[in-house]
T-cell receptor, first 113, second 115 residues
Framework: GEDVEQSLFLSVREGDSSVINCTYT??????LYWYKQEPGAGLQLLTY?????DMKQDQRLTVLLNKKDKHLSLRIADTQTGDSAIYFC?????????????FGTGTKLQVIP | DTAVSQTPKYLVTQMGNDKSIKCEQN?????MYWYKQDSKKFLKIMFS???????INETVPNRFSPKSPDKAHLNLHINSLELGDSAVYFC??????????????FGPGTRLLVL
């Protein structure tokens, strides 16, 4: 089945850039997502990228996709303490049927003031 | 107004009991989901309904029974609760549910603790 892997923990200093990495196994993945989960809350979509794109930028967020290596990354520029959260990578195949999103294991980002 | 709401927010109960968690979305979405997030924060899909019809049913014990009275509601009933059922259960919804760019909107979660 589909598998989405992430490192479990990342610690950065406020003002530095954070890079969260994700690898996936499903070669038919069409959409790849980044969700953010703040403590005690549900997940919120941050951004997504379609598989025919290499890069997408949205303000402080940059998503890079290496489809050949099945590697996705999320870069957060000028990381703030409010960015401390768990970040989930997710993928969705274009199976022609109903969507089943597979979530990664989550990366806990700790921002040190 | 809350887009996806769940009740209760916290649920503490004894092993062997039967309990229900309710979910409602006011986004007009056609598809709703139940996810389980364990203590290590792993998030797994359990069920998905599109217009009251079950479309995704992962390997979940049959003690878990989802019910969708209408497309705005998806409730989760759990029989004979076990210690391993302790987790955070998230409800989510999306517009159509078809494969592709379908943002899922998550509820705040229900924290279930089985003693």
């Amino acid at each position: 089945g589909e598998d989405v892997e992430q490192s479990l923990f990342l610690s950065v200093r406020e003002g530095d850039s954070s890079v969260i990495n994700c690898t996936y196994t499903d070669s038919s993945s069409t959409y790849l997502y980044w969700y953010k989960q703040e403590p005690g809350a549900g997940l919120q979509l941050l951004t997504y990228i379609f598989s025919n794109m290499d890069m997408k930028q949205d303000q402080r967020l940059t998503v890079l996709l290496n489809k050949k290596d099945k590697h996705l990354s999320l870069r957060i520029a000028d990381t703030q303490t409010g960015d401390s959260a768990i970040y989930f990578c997710a993928e969705s195949p274009n199976s022609g049927g109903y969507q089943k999103v597979t979530f990664g294991t989550g990366t806990k980002l700790q921002v040190i003031p | 107004d809350t887009a996806v709401s769940q009740t209760p927010k916290y649920l503490v109960t004894q092993m062997g009991n039967d309990k229900s968690i309710k979910c409602e979305q006011n986004l007009g979405h056609d598809t709703m989901y139940w996810y389980k997030q364990d203590s290590k924060k792993f998030l797994k899909i359990m069920f998905s309904y599109n217009n009251k019809e079950l479309i995704i049913n992962e390997t979940v014990p049959n003690r878990f029974s989802p019910k969708s009275p209408d497309k705005a509601h998806l409730n989760l009933h759990i029989n004979s609760l076990e210690l391993g059922d302790s987790a955070v259960y998230f409800c989510a919804s999306s517009q159509g549910g078809l494969a592709g760019k379908e943002t899922q909107y998550f509820g705040p979660g229900t924290r279930l603790l089985v003693l």
